[in-house]
Nanobody, 125 residues
Framework: VQLQASGGGLVQPGDSLRLSCAAS????????ASWFRQAPGKEREFVAA????????YYADSVKGRFTIFRDNAKNTVYLQMNSLKPEDTAVYYC???????????????????WGQGTLVTVSS
């Protein structure tokens, strides 16, 4: 599966933004999908995931209650709705997907073989 991330941009603190991860080549509905982010000088970290079974969702504590991951199977796309953005949310955001991710690995970079290019989100006043 090929993944194309989009939707990043420059926003002010408190604003909202929706990232999209469009898939091609395979049906994304049978995959676990996730968003990770990498801030300058920091390691890539887990943000949110939707597991291939049951559609269960998982979030990093830092974004819980503000971000929502969901999929639109008709569009073969996974989204990350980001509300109440903070300057510390500034990072390059990457989407990832894998059809074999096990539950214990949904928050792990190693749980995903397919990655999209990053999209930059900058939160600044």
């Amino acid at each position: 599966v090929q993944l194309q991330a989009s939707g990043g941009g420059l926003v002010q603190p408190g604003d909202s933004l929706r990232l999209s991860c469009a898939a091609s080549g395979r049906t994304l509905s049978t995959y676990s999908a996730s968003w990770f982010r990498q801030a300058p000088g920091k390691e890539r970290e887990f943000v949110a995931a939707i597991w291939r079974r049951q559609g269960s969702t998982y979030y990093a504590d830092s974004v819980k209650g503000r971000f929502t991951i969901f999929r639109d199977n008709a569009k073969n796309t996974v989204y990350l709705q980001m509300n109440s953005l903070k300057p510390e949310d500034t990072a390059v955001y990457y989407c990832a997907a894998d059809e074999h991710t096990i539950l214990s690995s949904v928050r792990d970079i190693r749980g995903y073989d397919n990655w999209g290019q990053g999209t930059l989100v900058t939160v600044s006043s």
